[in-house]
C-alpha cells in the first residue's frame, strides 16, 4: 500500500512517500480503507521529535491520528462493524497511521461516519472533537449558564469547542483575528477579542472555564481571568503528574512532568483554582456522541483546505505555519 513515512525525528523535515506492507490485524480490530485523513499539529510535533518522552515511537512510522473510510475486513473478535460499512475515528496512539491507504483501528476506537458528512468533512473531526469533548464533558463538566474561554478560536480545536461549548449552554469567549471574528461568531462565540490589538486578560473576568491551547504566557494570564473554583484545561502543557500515572509513564517521566508543571500548579492552588493537562485518548463511545450532535445539526465542520495524497508533506506544512482555519484534511482516495 502507499504511505507516508517518518524515517526520523527532524524539525520540519519531509515525510517518505512508499510502498509498504499493509498493517496486521489484530483480532479486536477493523481493516479501514482511508478515504481522508485529517492533518493535526500533533503529526508535526511528532514528526520534530518533541514528544518522544511521552509516546516513544519505534522508527519509521507512518503519521495521521484522523481517518474516514470504509470497512473491509474485521477481526475475529469484532461485533459491531462489517465490510463496507462507513466509519471514522481517531486511532489509539502507537496504532495511528492515517497517511496511508488502510489503516488497523480498534473496534472501540471507531464509531460510524455521520450522515450527511463527505469523508473529508468526517476526517476533519475525530481529533479536535475528542479534545473538545474531553475538556469540556469530561473534565470540566461544563454547566449551562457558565462561562468559558476558548483559546485561538479560529483553529481545528477551536471551531470545535466553541460549538460544543455553545451547545452546552454555555458563554463563551475565544482570541482569533480580526479577519476570523466572523467565524467564530458564527460558530457561537459571544466574546471576541482580537489577540493582536487586545488583551484578553483586560477583557475576560470571573470565568468558570478556560481551554488553553498557547503558550506559558497566555497560561499564566489564563489563570487570572478565572473565579476562584474554576477550571483551567491546557492542551499545551506543562504536562501534570497525573497525566504521567493515567499513561503509565516510567518514574524519570513522571518526575520531569511533576518539575515542568510545578510552578503553573503552585500559582493555580494559590488562586484557588483546579489545572490539568489534556492529551486526548481515542474513544469510539465519544465519538459516538459527537456523531449523534453532528447529525442533529448542533456542530458543523469547519474545513480550510483539502490537499491530494500525494501533497502529504505540503498539508503538514500548511497546518505547522499556524494559519489554518479550522481543519486540514488530504484526500487519499
Not at 473529508?120 to 475525530?126: F, H, K, Q, R, V
Not at 481515542?282 to 501533497?311: C, M, S, W, Y
Request: charged residues 25%; proline residues 5%.
Amino acid at each position: 500500500m502507499k504511505a507516508f513515512v517518518l524515517d526520523r525525528y527532524a524539525k520540519q523535515g519531509a515525510l517518505r512517500p512508499a510502498d509498504i506492507p499493509p498493517p496486521d490485524l489484530h483480532d479486536d480490530e477493523v481493516l479501514v480503507a482511508v478515504h481522508a485523513a485529517g492533518v493535526n499539529l500533533l503529526d508535526a510535533k511528532i514528526r520534530s521529535g518533541e514528544f518522544k518522552l511521552i509516546l516513544p515511537y519505534k522508527l519509521p512510522l507512518v503519521l495521521g491520528h484522523d481517518v474516514a473510510g470504509v470497512v473491509v475486513k474485521v477481526g475475529s473478535r469484532v461485533q459491531q462493524f462489517k465490510p463496507g460499512d462507513e466509519v471514522y475515528a481517531r486511532p489509539d496512539d502507537f496504532r495511528i497511521g492515517a497517511f496511508a491507504e488502510l489503516l488497523a483501528v480498534k473496534e472501540s476506537s471507531l464509531a460510524a461516519k455521520p450522515r450527511g458528512l463527505t469523508m473529508e468533512e468526517a476526517a476533519s473531526i475525530p481529533l479536535v472533537g475528542l479534545t473538545a469533548w474531553q475538556a469540556l464533558v469530561e473534565k470540566a463538566q461544563l454547566q449551562k449558564g457558565q462561562k468559558v474561554f476558548i483559546q485561538a478560536g479560529s483553529g481545528g480545536v477551536g471551531t470545535f469547542a466553541i460549538q460544543l461549548a455553545k451547545h452546552l449552554g454555555a458563554t463563551v469567549a475565544t482570541t482569533t483575528s480580526a479577519g476570523n471574528a466572523a467565524l467564530v461568531k458564527s460558530l457561537g462565540a459571544d466574546v471576541v477579542i482580537d489577540y493582536k490589538t487586545q488583551n484578553f486578560e483586560d477583557v475576560l473576568r470571573d470565568y468558570d472555564v478556560v481551554l488553553h491551547s498557547q503558550d506559558g504566557q497566555a497560561l499564566a494570564k489564563s489563570l487570572r481571568v478565572l473565579k476562584k473554583g474554576g477550571r483551567l484545561i491546557s492542551i499545551s502543557g506543562p504536562p501534570d503528574p497525573e497525566f504521567g500515572k493515567d499513561i503509565r509513564a516510567p518514574g524519570f517521566v513522571r518526575l520531569v512532568m511533576r518539575l515542568l508543571s510545578a510552578g503553573t500548579r503552585r500559582r493555580a492552588r494559590k488562586l484557588g483554582i483546579g489545572y490539568s493537562f489534556l492529551f486526548m485518548r481515542a474513544h469510539g463511545g465519544q465519538l459516538q456522541e459527537i456523531t449523534r450532535l453532528i447529525e442533529a445539526g448542533a456542530i458543523r465542520p469547519v474545513i480550510d483546505k483539502v490537499f491530494p495524497f500525494n501533497a502529504t508533506n505540503e498539508a503538514l506544512a500548511y497546518v505547522e505555519a499556524g494559519r489554518a482555519k479550522g481543519k486540514v484534511v488530504v484526500k487519499v482516495q
